[in-house]
């Protein structure tokens, strides 16, 4: 691809994700509906989706920001909800919406079927942390969702390869599908587990931030590539290293935190954004050489491939859900009891996305009504994107989830600081008792103990009663006239440069501490 149409398409997707936070309109949705449209603009160049690069360059780094911004101890929580929904149901998506389609359209045989099952089954890992995110659903839900998104491609990846060798006529049978998906599912997770812990002590030995963040960013290519080379599971492999590097981010530099976090906030919304805008553009290209199936044949497909991936979720959502807690006591013990509701949300947010539309491109050209199965692939996408995002906000206002106790969550973070300060003090003790090696005067002193309440206080202020006419609670009102005082310093700073009595060397370094300073006090307002 030329440079200038790259270009236009990343600075395009950025402008319509900016512009998608202005809106009601979830971002993902918009950035399709802008790509339908573009895809007939005249001057648009055509932007045919590569498997060669979604797979191997687009989806490593976005499971990889996806999964270190997860918990893994929420994930091992709920970790039996999850697998039944990242492997048991995208199994029997694959199975039930391929037995409606070899039974709905004439002349496509089962084993082309069920790839097209294979390659619509997996809900998108993007899609569903984006729209999770912006609706604020209850933290279990959540979890089980992110968690789904994490894995799922790994077991939609493996069936589809095993479709699709019966489909060409090449497969091993049962046996063989098994002991693939063994091979695909152990050998990643075993990939991952592998280059985890080396990964991880040489970030943490590395004291340059540039070369941890060069490091950081080659990381989950590094994991795909590796396990695709034993033919084991890319994406397991990159979830679990990402799992594990994210569980021990405390142990790493704070200055390579901080650089890291803005450089994966980049390129997370970069690449979602050019996702979901190169999803829209597909129109065109799937379009073209549907043949026989033309017209409302066609359409017909459409809606009744897009039901059965619909009904084929609630179908097996329920169940998973209550079946396990009506079996098990254990289970009924351990878990938290839900109600019909939580399983509805989550049987609705089953939006699919860019991994399915690059598993349909990469089918080759030999197999039969290989257009018809982009053409069903693509309109899968579209329809969940659009109908299930447009109407998962007002379904969840409708059923009142409970929302996160933000009034809990602030006490259990006070909480937290007031331990974490109550530690510091003794340290900053004994520190002083020992002279000879902190030799400290007594203003610089008080000034940390002072540093050190200020942080106690700050959370339990959060708690407390609220300007009547800003509507700013005491620690609000501090951290504005914080930036407020840094602004005016940074305001004399560079006078001081434009007057020549400081030089521009002296006015970075300058600028760089008051930026510091004022990306704690960012930090801590935003959470």
């Known amino acids: 691809m030329e440079v200038l149409p790259l270009v236009a398409l990343v600075a395009g997707s950025a402008a319509v994700a900016g512009a998608a936070r202005r809106t009601p309109v979830p971002a993902p949705l918009l950035l399709v509906a802008v790509g339908l449209v573009a895809a007939y603009v005249p001057g648009v160049p055509s932007y045919a989706l590569d498997p060669h690069i979604v797979l191997p360059l687009l989806l490593p780094p976005l499971l990889h920001t996806a999964a270190v911004d997860s918990s893994y101890l929420d994930l091992r929580a709920n970790l039996r909800p999850i697998a039944l929904l990242s492997v048991g149901y995208v199994l029997f998506a694959t199975l039930a919406v391929g037995w409606v389609t070899y039974l709905l359209v004439p002349g496509v045989s089962l084993p082309v079927a069920l790839v097209l099952g294979a390659v619509v089954a997996p809900p998108d890992a993007v899609a569903a942390t984006a729209i999770a995110r912006r609706l604020g659903l209850p933290n279990r839900v959540t979890t089980i969702l992110q968690g789904e998104s994490l894995v799922n491609d790994a077991t939609a990846i493996t069936a589809y390869k095993v479709a699709l060798a019966a489909a060409v006529g090449v497969g091993a049978g049962w046996a063989g599908g098994v002991a693939e998906f063994l091979l695909a599912s152990v050998g990643g997770v075993g990939v991952g587990l592998l280059l985890m812990v080396p990964i991880h002590q040489l970030r943490k030995r590395l004291r340059e931030p540039l070369l941890q963040n060069t490091l950081s960013l080659l990381i989950p290519f590094v994991a795909y590539a590796a396990a695709e080379r034993v033919h084991a599971s890319g994406v397991l492999a990159v979830v679990v290293v990402a799992l594990y590097l994210g569980h021990r981010n405390w142990q790493v530099d704070f200055a390579t935190r901080l650089q890291e976090e803005a450089v994966w906030k ?29 017209g409302i044949a066609a359409a017909w497909y459409a809606v009744a491939v897009f039901l059965a991936v619909v009904v084929a979720r609630f179908a097996w959502v329920f169940p998973a859900t209550f079946m396990p807690r009506w079996v098990s006591e254990r289970i009924r013990t351990r878990e938290p009891d839900t109600d019909w509701k939580s399983p509805v949300v989550v049987g609705w947010a089953g939006m699919r996305g860019v991994v399915s539309l690059a598993i349909a491109f990469s089918v080759p050209m030999s197999v039969p009504h290989r257009n018809l199965i982009l053409f069903l692939t693509f309109t899968t996408v579209i329809g969940t994107l659009v109908v299930q995002g447009l109407t998962l906000p007002p379904l969840i206002r409708m059923l009142r989830l409970p929302p996160r106790d933000a009034q809990a969550e602030t006490l259990a973070e006070a909480q937290a600081q007031s331990e974490a300060s109550r530690a510091a003090e003794e340290r900053l003790a004994e520190l002083l008792e020992a002279p000879e090696n902190s030799t400290l005067p007594p203003p610089l002193a008080d000034r940390l103990r002072t540093v050190l309440e200020r942080r106690r206080n700050a959370v339990w202020e959060r708690l407390g009663e609220v300007n009547p006419v800003t509507g700013e609670s005491a620690d609000d009102v501090y951290r504005r006239l914080a930036r407020e005082m840094i602004e005016a310093e940074r305001e004399v700073f560079v006078t001081l440069r434009d007057q020549r009595r400081i030089d521009d060397e002296m006015l970075r370094g300058l600028l760089r501490r008051l930026d510091l300073e004022e990306a704690a006090a960012y930090r801590e307002e935003t959470g």
């Open 266 to 294: 980049v390129v997370a919304f970069v690449l979602e954004s050019v996702v979901f805008a190169l999803i829209g553009l597909q129109l065109p290209v799937v379009l073209k050489g549907l043949g026989e199936y033309e």
